[in-house]
Each structure stands twice: as structure tokens, then as C-alpha cells.
């Protein structure tokens, strides 16, 4: 490839970093369905949640705020890696012979190596001020309970990992890093829980799912003195302090001069595409011309052949019911699936935005993820989380169709991790051991 102009990437300076994270609650097309007692089916009120979260984030689950001030510690902490950059894939639009322009975030400079940190942070700092000791929380692949390890760590809570057994077993190296951070980590279904050992006795081998996880992490949390329950994605809250990406994007994209047509990203709970597109979508509410498109995989299609329906939270019906896109709370994706992005539902503002019409969704299968995957790491040289493989395959799809009209549309990913710690998934690949 010749020398292009560029910027090849934009970086902000700190003094750039955004101060306020974005609340779309207040300008959304229509109200959101409140969460629901899993017993009473009544709405829920901050009593019922308050065993659970600390009451600044009950209290920005239903916020009509339109910013909310990001507190000085959450910030200094945010410094040791934000701003991230904003790239612009010359070298893929090459390969592609695309008119399309390709632009990402880059949230993989995090320590753990992902967006999640974003949330952790802040949710560490409100539980420390309110006096919370320990949290409890669960993981599949380990990078959100690696990511609250470090933001426990920061702020001197005590953290306990429910890690889904499959991945226990199967991804060591996310635990040690868990671990380093001062972590205790144990594998899910656990006999110390209601939740957990309800899971065994209906199978003493159940290697764990995410909503199993949840329970027994939530069943901790309200059954322990000075604990409270940490979720790494779903919540309007956890959304809400993702805007970060979007916010930092949005000024990163005006100084490349352009403005996204197609705002992309992978969806698992729909925290690291909510923390992208929110920004880009409070301009589209009021009438701007974007497309959103979020992309998942067909062997957890929640948005694509979900319900949007009430459902649970969590496998064993004992986290509040909430109005999103659902597979079923008992639903438990295939063991083949290497691509994370495991949930059975997804967040409820994405999901009303996707009901309305705001935002599309694709599900891939597996082999075109890892493709698309390939195809980046070849050219803009990254190697992707399974899950932003997700974003990457929807990105190539766009920039293709832009080639076959021609059009040179600006399209905006989120790079939302790196693999590095994934390289199985991509030597099962490699060794041609993926199938649909
Ligand atoms: C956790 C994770 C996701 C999926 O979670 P969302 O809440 O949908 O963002 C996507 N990419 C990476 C790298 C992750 O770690």
C-alpha cells in the first residue's frame, strides 16, 4: 500500500477526555417498561434492588439526567488508558477495494484488553463510597471479572468470581489474571449456593452457564453482610458509563472531518455497541440520517430470532424481569460455539430501540467471524476478540456492498477487546476444527 494523507488515527489529548457520560434515557422514542419484582411481577422499587447495587447506580438506572458527571477518581483511573484511539482502516479498505471509508474504536488498550473497565471502574467507586466491603459478580470467558478485579483492586474491595466451570476449565489464563488483580475466583455451578446446587442436582456435570452464574453471584451478594452484586453489561447503567466510547468517538470523527453513515458493533449484553452508538443515536433522534446495525452469532441469536418479551435476568428466576429481546432465561448456547457473546437476552434499551426500529441486527456463524477476523488481522495487523469478530464480519459486509454501489459510505466499528487471550479459539480455526 502507498502512503495515504491520513490521520491514520486520531488520538485525543487527557484534557479531551469527556467529563459526563451520556443518559439516553430522557430521549428515547418511548418510555422504557419498567423492570419487574421476580415474585410480585410489580415494578420494582430502589428497596427491592438495593441488596443488590448501591443507590447511585439504582439511581442512574432510572435517571432523566441528560449527562451525569464522571467523579474525579473514576477519572484519574480512566487515564491510564483513555482516551483510546480512533483508527482509520486504510489498509482494509485496500484489501476490500472498498470506496467505503472504515473508521474504529479502539477499546483494547485497557489492561484486561477490553471495554469493560469503563463500567467497572465506576461501579467499584460507587460501592466503595457507600460503604460496600466485597462484591460479587459472575464471569463466562473472564474479562468482565477480570476487568472488576482491577477496579476492586483500585479501590480495596474484595471480589468473588462465579466463573462459568466450561470456561474455568478451558481458559486458564483469564483466572490468573483475575487472580493477580486479588480476586478469588471459583468454578460455577458452586455447592455453596441455593442456585448452584440446584444446578448439580439436576446435572452433577453442568458445565455452567452465564444466568447460572448470575444467580449464584446475586444469591452471595444478598446472603453476605457488607456485599452487593457487580453486572458487567445489560443494565442502563452499564450502558451509561460505556457513552465514554461513543462520546470520545464523536469528537474523534469530527476531527477526521466526517461523520459515521453506519455505526457497528458486536452485541453480547449490548454494553460495548450501546457505549459506541448512544451518542451517534442521540443525533438520529432527532433526525439525522444513521444506520446502526448490531452483529451476533447465530448460535445465540437474541436480536435476530429472540422475543421481546419480560423475561429473568438469570437462569434460576430470582433476578428482576426485565422487557428485552430473550432467548429464554434457561437458554444455554451450543458447546461448539467459540465466539463468546453468550447471553440470553440483551440490554432493554437496545432492545426497545431495536423493537422501534432505531437499530438492525445480523447474526454469523462462527467460520465468517473468524474469516472476517483473519481478513483484519492480515491487514490492520490486530488480532480481535471472537466477540468484535462479530463487528468486523458486519463491517466487511457493509464495505462490500458499498463496492458493488459504489457509494463511499463512512462506516464506524468498535473494536470492543483484543483476542490475545483467545488464540485458542483462533488455532481451532487455524487447524480447520470450527463448524456451524
Ligand atoms: C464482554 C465483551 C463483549 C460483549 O459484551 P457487551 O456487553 O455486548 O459489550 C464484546 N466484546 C468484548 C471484547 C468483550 O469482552
Not at 441488596?51 to 483511573?77: D, H, N, R, T, W
Request: net charge negative; hydrophobic share 35%.
Amino acid at each position: 500500500m502507498k502512503g495515504k494523507k491520513g490521520p491514520y488515527k486520531v488520538i485525543l489529548s487527557e484534557k479531551e477526555v469527556p467529563t459526563s457520560w451520556y443518559n439516553i434515557l430522557p430521549d428515547l422514542p418511548a418510555p422504557l417498561p419498567p423492570p419487574l419484582h421476580p415474585v410480585t411481577r410489580e415494578p420494582c422499587t430502589p428497596e427491592d434492588l438495593a441488596p443488590l447495587f448501591p443507590m447511585e447506580l439504582i439511581k442512574q438506572e432510572v435517571s432523566e439526567e441528560g449527562y451525569i458527571e464522571i467523579p474525579e477518581e473514576v477519572l484519574a483511573i480512566y487515564k491510564l488508558y483513555r482516551p483510546s484511539p480512533l483508527h482509520r482502516a486504510y489498509r482494509l479498505e485496500e484489501e476490500l477495494d472498498t470506496p467505503a471509508k472504515i473508521f474504529y474504536k479502539n477499546e483494547s488498550f485497557s489492561p484486561p484488553g477490553s471495554h469493560k473497565p469503563n463500567t467497572a471502574i465506576a461501579q467499584a467507586y460507587y460501592n466503595k463510597i457507600e460503604g460496600v466491603k466485597r462484591l460479587t459478580t459472575e464471569t463466562g470467558a473472564g474479562q468482565w471479572g477480570s476487568a472488576l478485579s482491577l477496579a476492586c483492586k483500585f479501590f480495596g474491595l474484595d471480589l468473588k468470581v462465579y466463573m462459568v466451570k466450561v470456561s474455568y476449565e478451558q481458559k486458564p489464563y483469564r483466572r490468573t489474571m483475575m487472580e493477580t488483580w486479588g480476586a478469588e475466583v471459583v468454578p460455577s455451578p458452586t455447592d455453596t449456593t441455593n442456585a448452584g446446587r440446584a444446578a448439580l442436582a439436576d446435572d452433577p456435570a453442568n458445565p455452567g452457564s452465564l444466568g447460572i452464574a448470575i444467580s449464584e453471584a446475586a444469591e452471595d451478594a444478598v446472603t453476605h453482610e457488607g456485599s452487593k452484586y457487580s453486572l458487567g453489561s445489560v443494565l442502563n447503567h452499564v450502558c451509561l458509563h460505556q457513552t465514554i466510547v461513543g462520546l470520545e468517538a464523536k469528537a474523534q470523527m469530527e476531527k477526521f472531518g466526517e461523520y459515521p453513515d453506519i455505526v457497528i458493533g458486536c452485541v453480547g449484553g449490548g454494553s460495548n455497541y450501546s457505549g459506541l452508538a448512544f451518542p451517534f443515536m442521540q443525533d438520529k433522534l432527532k433526525g439525522k440520517d444513521v444506520r446502526f446495525i448490531s452483529a451476533e452469532p447465530v448460535a445465540c441469536p437474541t436480536l435476530t430470532k429472540g422475543k421481546y418479551e419480560y423475561d429473568y435476568g438469570d437462569e434460576a428466576a430470582t433476578a428482576p424481569i426485565v422487557m428485552m429481546y430473550t432467548l429464554g432465561h434457561k437458554f444455554i448456547p451450543p458447546a461448539i460455539h467459540a465466539g463468546g457473546l453468550r447471553y440470553h437476552g440483551d440490554a432493554p434499551i437496545l432492545s426497545l430501540l431495536t423493537n422501534k426500529g432505531y437499530m438492525d441486527a445480523v447474526a454469523y456463524p462462527q467460520t465468517q467471524i473468524f474469516d472476517a477476523a483473519m481478513t483484519f488481522a492480515r491487514t490492520e495487523g490486530m488480532i480481535v476478540a471472537p466477540e468484535t469478530a462479530h463487528a468486523v464480519k458486519c463491517t466487511i459486509d457493509e464495505a462490500l456492498k458499498c463496492k458493488e454501489s459504489g457509494e463511499s459510505k463512512n462506516i464506524l466499528f468498535n473494536l470492543s477487546g483484543h483476542g490475545l487471550l483467545d488464540l485458542g479459539g483462533y488455532g481451532e480455526y487455524l487447524a480447520g476444527n470450527l463448524v456451524d
